[in-house]
C-alpha cells in the first residue's frame, strides 16, 4: 500500500512569491492535514480538510490556504512569501480525522525562502 | 490549547527499556493521547495512542495514569533503530497538538 505522497520535496522561492504544495492521502483515506515545522515552534497545525471541506484551522494567517479534490488529494497554498515561512510543510491522512485514528505523514516539502 | 510537556532528551542502553514520560495536565476528557516518533529527514510515524486503558502494540506499550494528567511510553528493549525524536500528543478536534517532544538516544 502506497504511503503518503508530497510533492516537491525541496523548494526554493523569494519572498513576495507564492507557492503550491501538494499532498496524495493513503488510498482510502479521506482526512488531509497540514502542519508546519521549524526549530524555533516545532509542528504547528495549519488545517484539515474532510471531503473537501475545510474542518479544522490553526493559528495561521490568511495568507495560508489549502483545499481538498474529490479524489481526496490536497494542496496548499501560501502567497506573498516570508522569511519566516521556511519550514518542512508536512502531509497526514487518516480515514476520517477523528481524534482515535492514526495519521501518517509523508516526509514533507522542505520550502526555503530566500 | 496546552501543550504536552516532556523531557527534552533523555539516554537509555541499548536492549534495555526504556520509559518516556509526558505531563498533561489539561487534557480533556475527550481528548486522546498519541505518541509518535520522527527519525532525521522523514515525517512522524505513528507510535502508540490511548484514551483511558493501557495500551500495547508491536511497537510499545502506553500507559495512563489514572487522573489522565500524565503517560508513560514503553519500549521494551530499545534498539538503536529507536534513536528518534518522541513526540507526546493531544488528539483533539479533528487534529494533533504537539509538545516540543523528547530526544531519544540510545547507546550501544
Known amino acids: 500500500k502506497a504511503g503518503v505522497t508530497q510533492t516537491p520535496r525541496y523548494l526554493i522561492k523569494t519572498r513576495g512569491q507564492q507557492v503550491t504544495l501538494s499532498c496524495s492521502p493513503i488510498s482510502g483515506h479521506r482526512s488531509v492535514s497540514w502542519y508546519q515545522q521549524t526549530p524555533g515552534q516545532g509542528l504547528q497545525f495549519l488545517f484539515e480538510y474532510f471531503s473537501e471541506t475545510q474542518r479544522n484551522k490553526g493559528n495561521f494567517p490568511g495568507r495560508f490556504s489549502g483545499r481538498q479534490f474529490s479524489n481526496s488529494r490536497s494542496e496548499m497554498n501560501v502567497s506573498t512569501l516570508e522569511l519566516g515561512d521556511s519550514a518542512l510543510y508536512l502531509c497526514?491522512?487518516?480515514?476520517?480525522?477523528?481524534?482515535?485514528?492514526?495519521?501518517?505523514f509523508g516526509d514533507g516539502t522542505r520550502l526555503s525562502i530566500l | 490549547d496546552a501543550k504536552t510537556t516532556q523531557p527534552n532528551s533523555m539516554e537509555s542502553n541499548e536492549e534495555e527499556p526504556v520509559h518516556l514520560p509526558c505531563n498533561h495536565s489539561?487534557?480533556?476528557?475527550?481528548?486522546?493521547i498519541h505518541w509518535y516518533r520522527q527519525l532525521p529527514s522523514q515525517g512522524p510515524e505513528y507510535v502508540i495512542h490511548g484514551l483511558t486503558s493501557n495500551v500495547n502494540n508491536r511497537m510499545a506499550s502506553l500507559a495512563i495514569a489514572e487522573d489522565r494528567k500524565s503517560s508513560t511510553l514503553i519500549l521494551h528493549r530499545a534498539t538503536l533503530r529507536d534513536a528518534a525524536v518522541y513526540y507526546c500528543?493531544?488528539?483533539?478536534?479533528?487534529?494533533?497538538?504537539w509538545g516540543a517532544g523528547t530526544k531519544l538516544i540510545i547507546k550501544p
Open positions: 489539561t487534557i480533556s476528557g475527550t481528548d486522546y
Open positions: 497526514a491522512s487518516s480515514l476520517e480525522g477523528k481524534s482515535n485514528q492514526p495519521q501518517h
Open positions: 500528543i493531544r488528539g483533539s478536534n479533528y487534529q494533533l497538538i
